[in-house]
């Protein structure tokens, strides 16, 4: 192996998926006898279901080049495109100032999401631990009676 450049920054999510794909990573099952680790695996369906999973090199590169006019640093660049905040509440998070203007940029630059692994509705079956606990005080103090 030979280190082309040494130092050369963070990678956010869809370069550490492009280049997990370019050893072979693949959601197809058949495809995992590919050359990769199985952290690397993990990694790879971490990141395939996370807003790089919609990117393309074009979008990123396109929303690298225009957030440069709001003098953003490298570190804030790459939280959004790893994050693909789409409200000012999450975007402010970040950054501060010209918050909304950013949402703007990020909604009409990046991908919108999609719905990759889908979360259980309120009113579903799934019961949380406060609400287990609750019912059974309720019943506990009916037996006491």
């Known amino acids: 192996m ?4 040494t130092d050369v920054g963070a990678l956010n999510n869809f370069e550490v998926l492009e280049f ?3 050893k072979g990573a693949s959601t197809n099952d058949i495809a995992r006898l ?3 680790k199985p952290s690397e695996y993990k990694v790879f369906d971490y990141v395939v279901n996370t807003p790089a999973g919609t990117h393309t090199r074009e979008r990123v590169e396109e929303f690298k080049e225009k957030c440069r006019q709001y003098d953003l640093g490298n570190d804030k660049i790459l939280n959004i495109i790893n994050t693909r905040p789409a409200s000012v509440v999450e975007i402010y998070a970040i950054v501060e100032d010209n918050a909304d203007e950013l949402v703007e940029l990020v909604a009409e630059v990046l991908p919108p999401l999609t719905a990759a692994s889908p979360k259980p509705e309120a009113g579903t079956d799934e ?3 406060e609400t287990m606990n609750m019912e059974q005080t309720e019943q506990n103090d009916g037996n006491i009676e």
């Open 127 to 129: 019961i949380d631990a």
């Open 34 to 36: 590919a050359k990769v």
């Open 2 to 5: 030979k280190i082309l450049k």
């Open 20 to 22: 997990l794909k370019s």
